[in-house]
């Protein structure tokens, strides 16, 4: 299974930056000790900021599906 | 009574649901359309299915409960880290057990790593570590059912008879409609979450006459205001928290269910739409908790917050049964009920009813893993099948799901709740330790059995250790989760590197 991926080394890299770049941003120490201000009136920053970084992990994972998607496995069981 | 009548409609509906999944299953062959539901599940199923089985009661009343206590770090910890690690497990391990189970005809992980690794004996530990680490969900569901009922009937009905009566409703369906039936109510379940939680927010919102009020509050209260940051909690931590969710892939219900998907492209839109879900469900939990701290006309939510401050002004010197009596009483987990109670129509209140009723049901795919595995991993791989023939096997699959049930039912009526919850805990360290096995064999080709034996051995110890030692492995501030899962990786590569790799022939089947 391993060295059949379709995704070639300089994209491979790119993801690999792009996925550990996504990881560190889960630890967003600039904000811990913020309460203000709240974001559209009622939301404070620090749970507006993890619910944009929801919808950044769904889009990082539509990139990956779209651009590195192993589809040699699904190949390979059509054979 | 409403919200009585709208659960045992709810019960009734998801045993229908269970058992017409049942009647129209249809496909390959006895024992993979009974466990697997023939490898057939569409990409909506498979999707909200997926989602479904990974939410527990937890998911709607302790993440409030938690947020209630500890403020707006809850989503981080629980939410946004299960949202980035739990799509990445599926699309980099999940696809390729996919594969290779419709490739060899795998049906459990373990007969993956016996294959993998050319050994018989130590897949069997492998079955027995991670059987033990999942009965105490098993035990914990029917208890949910049994407290959920009694409190939803006002009292009407006991414990001991919510119990049964959850747990016969789950047994049959898992009984009858096998895969596709726990499948089906799982999918189901999902969508009652996603609308509960949106209409919840609303509902509550436009009662207490909007949110920005609510929340100014909170931050105009020096008592409150830490709620809206993180300042309580060290970032170590928090880091902590981003290794739970490699429990995920390797809880044996989950990796099965992988198996179930018809192609593999259905993993697209799984792991797209997965964090959006949990983004969907856990942010009005999380904020609805965090605002009860402003609802003091609630009469039941002051009272909270009273015994909250007298726990944090109470002397050393106090009793610890009156410490316990205050922590109970200052606990969060029914802040949700009691904001529909006070804020919300009765109907409302029914869905939550169902809400709750679907999470605390969620132990019927760990019932049907379990069932899985003992007749794959020990029945079908001691000989029974071969002797009996496949009928046998299923039905035997279907009788270790009627004895696992009343095993689970009698120890929920004779056990108190707080062992098994703390068990739960462990085990999700207990698998995130685990999670090293499924790397290393789909994508090492030197990781070799005795790897595979340390881990699991290392893995048992570790969580014996740390369920008997307060504190244990809680290093540099970190959760036990971290060491427990770094040294399982080295394990498997200090002892597969020192030890004979499998045959070449076998490293080739799996292209590695």
Same mark, same amino acid.
């Given at each position: 299974m391993r060295g059949e991926t379709l995704v070639g080394p300089t994209a491979r890299f790119g993801w690999f930056i792009a996925i550990t770049a996504l990881y560190l941003l889960h630890q967003d120490i600039w904000l811990w000790r913020q309460p203000r201000p709240l974001v559209f009136g009622f939301l404070p920053p620090a749970l507006a900021y993890h619910g944009a970084y929801c919808i950044a992990v769904a889009l990082l994972m539509w990139g990956l599906t779209r651009s590195?998607?192993?589809s040699h496995l699904d190949e390979r069981e059509d054979r | 009574m409403i919200p009585a009548f709208i659960v045992f409609a709810y019960l009734a509906v998801i045993l229908y649901i269970g058992i017409f999944a049942w009647r129209s299953g249809r496909s390959t062959t006895a024992a993979e359309e009974y466990?697997?539901?023939?490898?057939s599940l569409g990409p909506a199923v498979f999707l909200l299915s997926l989602f479904g089985t990974n939410m527990t009661a937890f998911t709607i009343l302790g993440s409030a409960g938690h947020a209630f206590a500890n403020g707006v770090v809850t989503f981080g910890l629980m939410a946004s880290s299960s949202a980035f690690v739990i799509p990445l497990t599926l699309f980099f391990i999940g696809t390729r057990l996919w594969a290779l189970g419709k490739r060899h005809g795998f049906i459990t992980p373990v007969q993956m790593f016996r294959d993998r690794w050319e050994c018989g004996h130590i897949g069997t530990v492998i079955f027995v570590l991670q059987a033990a680490l999942l009965v105490p969900y098993i035990i914990i569901g029917v208890m949910g059912g049994g407290t959920a009922l009694h409190a939803i009937t006002g009292g009407l009905i006991p414990y001991a008879a919510g119990g049964a009566l959850v747990a016969i409703v789950v047994m049959s369906y898992v009984f009858f409609g096998g895969m596709r039936g726990t499948a089906w109510v799982n999918a189901f379940q999902t969508v009652l979450f996603l609308s509960f939680g949106a209409i919840a927010l609303i509902v509550i919102g436009r009662s207490i006459g909007g949110f920005p009020e609510t929340m100014s509050t909170l931050l105009g209260d020096p008592a409150t205001v830490p709620l809206l940051s993180r300042e309580r909690v060290s970032p170590w931590f928090f880091f902590s928290y981003t290794f739970i969710p490699l429990s995920t892939i390797a809880f044996p219900h989950i990796a099965i269910f992988c198996l179930t998907a018809k192609r593999l492209a259905q993993f697209k839109r799984t792991v797209v739409f997965y964090p959006l879900c949990i983004l969907a469900i856990w942010l009005p939990c999380v904020f609805l908790g965090v605002a009860a701290n402003a609802m003091v006309t609630a009469p039941r939510i002051e009272a909270k917050l009273e015994a909250r401050q007298a726990l944090a002004a109470a002397p050393a010197s106090l009793p610890a049964a009156d410490r316990a009596a205050l922590r109970r009483q200052a606990a969060g987990d029914d802040v949700i009920p009691i904001m529909l109670e006070s804020f919300a129509p009765l109907w409302l209140a029914g869905l939550l009813g169902a809400g709750i009723m679907a999470a605390v049901m969620a132990s019927d795919s760990q019932i049907l893993a379990l069932s899985t595995m003992f007749t794959e991993d020990v029945f079908t791989y001691y000989g029974g099948t071969s002797r009996f023939g496949e009928a046998v096997q299923v039905q035997t699959g279907r009788a270790f799901v009627v004895v696992l049930t009343i095993v689970a039912y009698v120890i929920a009526l004779r056990a108190p709740q707080s062992i098994f919850d703390l068990a739960v805990q462990f085990a999700f360290s207990g698998y995130a330790a685990l999670s090293p096995l499924l790397v290393a064999a789909l994508f090492w080709n030197r990781s070799t059995k005795w790897g595979a034996l340390a881990v699991a051995v290392w893995v048992a110890v570790s969580v014996i250790y740390t369920a008997r030692v %307060?504190?244990?492995?809680?290093?540099?501030?970190?959760? %036990?989760v971290v060491p427990m899962t770094i040294i399982s990786c080295l394990l498997m590569v200090v002892v597969s590197l020192m030890t004979r790799a499998p045959s070449a022939a076998t490293l080739r089947r799996y292209g590695l």
């Open positions: 590195a998607w192993p | 466990f697997l539901a023939g490898r %307060p504190g244990a492995l809680a290093w540099f501030g970190l959760l %036990p």
